[in-house]
């Protein structure tokens, strides 16, 4: 997933997936590009509103359990391509997804709406799904994205970062 924040008097921030499966063919992550529109500045003294959020579902994972005593962490971190170290991007689990048929003891922890997590540059622990017996797919688990510290103190340019999920067991 490619965040991208072009910082003129307007603002653009793409949002492309990139996703590590491990081998875990069942898992997948979807996304959809994220354009924020921030209006100009027009008298002086005022400045951004500093952060935005996307839509609560910018993306959803497909999470599949192994069959006993399943275990499976979703990791988030960073790439950046261009991107300015006052612009901080984070992360959080909006909702449990759809649960499937078979499932003893599932759950995701953290359950429900998470608090925002800051994306690093190293790999960190989103959320882990967890099962005792179970043949499942919890889907459509959504994800909401939000950028901090834009700032008319940050030079006009194309900022871009890279966000990698990573599905494995820990």
């Not at 603002?11 to 063919?25: H, P, Q, R």
């Not at 008298?43 to 599949?64: D, R, T």
């Not at 971190?77 to 003891?105: D, F, M, Q």
């Not at 871009?160 to 820990?170: D, G, K, L, N, Y």
């Amino acid at each position: 997933m490619i965040v991208k924040c072009n910082i003129s008097r307007n603002l653009f921030l793409k949002i492309t997936l990139f996703i590590m499966w491990n081998g875990l063919a069942q898992n997948q992550i979807n996304g959809t590009n994220w354009t924020v529109n921030i209006p100009s500045i027009t008298e002086a003294g005022n400045n951004y509103a500093g952060s935005y959020e996307s839509n609560s579902n910018q993306v959803e994972i497909n999470l599949q359990l192994p069959a006993l005593l399943g275990v499976r962490a979703v990791k988030i971190h960073y790439t950046p391509n261009n991107w300015h170290n006052s612009l901080t991007i984070e992360a959080r689990k909006t909702g449990n997804g759809n649960l499937g048929l078979i499932c003893v003891g599932c759950s995701l922890n953290p359950s429900g709406t998470s608090a925002y997590k800051i994306i690093t540059q190293v790999s960190t622990e989103l959320f882990r799904g967890t099962g005792i017996l179970n043949l499942v797919t919890i889907s459509n688990i959504p994800i909401q994205l939000k950028i901090n510290g834009i700032s008319v103190t940050i030079p006009a340019d194309n900022y871009s970062a890279t966000i990698v999920f990573t599905i494995e067991a820990p």
